[in-house]
Each structure stands twice: as C-alpha cells, then as structure tokens.
C-alpha cells in the first residue's frame, strides 16, 4: 500500500481511489473537518449522510455504536462484500456524520488491498468521486474533471465501471430493508 496515500489520509487529506465498487473520494470519518470539506467537494446535499469504509466490526465502537446478536450475526455473515448497511446511531458527537438522520451506513469491503488501507488510516467516509447527481468516475481522468487540484492524492485503478454497493437497512430486530439494490444480492 502507498506509504504516501496513507500519510495523506493520516494528516487529513482528501484522495479519490478505486474502492471495491467504484472510484470514491475518500478521507477520515472520524474528523469533521475533512467530511465538511468532501461535501463542498462533491457538491453534496447537507442532509445526505456518506457511506463510511471500516475494517472490522470492531471499528463500529469508535462510532459509539452496539450491535444486537442479530445485527452482528448477519454483519459476520455478509461482511466483507460490497453491502452497505445502515445503522441507528444516537451519539450527537458524529452528527456531522450522520446529519440528523441518527443512522450510519457502513460497508467493510472485500478487496484485501482497501481492508489493509483501512486498518492503516482507520474508517474512511467513501462517497463516489462525482458532482452530487452526476455520473460516477469511471476513470481517474475523469474523476480530475470534476475535481482537478483540489484533491491531495489520486490512485489510479483503471476503468472502473461497475454498480455501486447494494444499500440496506439493518434494524436492532434484525429485520431488513433494501434501500438500494447494488452488486449484492441480498438472501
């Protein structure tokens, strides 16, 4: 993994790189300041909450966050994939994450290179690297169209054209909702 990419993630920058679905700009979770800057980056309704990028079930402690036996027995059955799954959250210390909607989504993904960037930088918010409403980079040229000098780091990864995660509702009962349908499928 990119010593430098790290470093940048680390002291608060803002990258866009392959993710296990599409190109996402990415950058700290845990730091107010870098997701305020990805929304004017992106463009981004206020209101929206990001996807955030963890490494493990462990990492949903640092967002105050107890799964039920339910919750977690499903998480361990379908992480890591490209599933995001939102989560009820009541700490007012992430609402500048989860902006007023008192829910999280989270995704751990499966490609072994983003998990090993993950337990280096710790949890990434990860939305796709475009204006809000506009189409997904499908190339790195593509994403620096739209974003230009304004990002600290880009990794290219190709051609990337692929749907984004399948987005669901994860309640304390354990019951689901799909809110998005995505590359996985949902038994």
Known sequence: MDTKLINILKKDGVAIIPTDTIYGIVGSALNPQV???IYSLRKRMPNKPFIILISSLDDLEKFDIELTQKQKEFLEKNWPNPVSVV???QSEKFKYLHRATNSLAFRMPKKKKLLDLLKQTGPLVAPSANWEGQKPSETIEEAKKYFGDRIDFYVDGGII???PSTLLQLNVDGSKKI??????KIE
Do not use: H
């Open 161 to 163: 054209k692929s749907q």
């Open 179 to 184: 809110l998005r349908k995505g590359t996985f």
């Open 87 to 89: 989560l009820p959250i």
């Open 35 to 37: 997701v305020e800057k």
